[in-house]
Structures are given as C-alpha cells and as structure tokens.
C-alpha cells in the first residue's frame, strides 16, 4: 500500500536540518500527522509541539488524516502565540504541508 500522490507543490527548503533545539519558547515548533490504532479503527492525532521544552502548543484528533486536520491544529496552535511572534514550523514537508489552504494559514 502507497500513499504517495505525487508532489503538490515544491518543497519547501529544510531549515531546522535535524537540530530540534530552541533556545527559546515560540521559537522552532514540529508537526506531523501519527496513525493510531485502535480495537475498532484507526485514529490520527495531529500535535504542534515546541522544541524548546517539548511541550505541545496544540494538537487535533481526527478519524481521517486529512488536510482539516492539520489545519485546524496550526490555527490552534497559532491562537497560543504571545504578539508578533513567528515561529519556524517544520515538517515532514507532506502533502499536508504544502497545499494553499496550509500555506495560506503559514503566511498569516
């Protein structure tokens, strides 16, 4: 079984380059979209988590690994930012990650 639906849109540039570290909060933030199963299915959870204390700023759950899910976290996850702060997300730079609807919500 493959997932893969080709690309939607060119890869964005890998900024964090495997250092996970902040050296402050708001300031290095990590996604991705995790299957879990479950006696009766499957559930995705969707977590925004800091780097610099490994908390999770916000996450969503969801029956289906699609884009409203992940939507719906950043914009959770964007209502906890304190002023003009702006976070560098990474990902693992899916599908979710660059269609418009995201890439609109990172641009706000």
Same mark, same amino acid.
Do not use: Q
């Given at each position: ?11 964005? =540039? ?6 996970? $570290? =902040? ?7 990590? $996604? ?5 199963? !479950? ?20 996450? $969503?759950?969801?029956?289906? *690994?699609? !884009?409203?899910? =992940? ?5 959770? !996850?964007?209502?906890?930012? *304190? ?26």
């Amino acid at each position: 079984y493959s997932s893969y639906e080709g690309e939607t849109t060119p890869a964005p =540039a890998n900024l964090v380059d495997r250092d996970f $570290t =902040a050296e402050r909060p708001n300031e290095k933030w990590l $996604t991705d979209i995790t299957e879990i199963k !479950a006696r009766d299915g499957k559930v995705y959870l969707s977590p925004m988590i800091d780097c610099f204390d490994g908390k999770i700023v916000a996450y $969503t759950a969801g029956f289906s *690994p699609n !884009a409203e899910l =992940a939507n719906r976290m950043l914009e959770k !996850a964007a209502s906890t930012l *304190p002023g003009n702060a702006r976070p560098l997300v990474h990902s693992d730079r899916g599908r979710h990650y660059r269609w418009p609807g995201w890439l609109g919500l990172m641009e706000r």
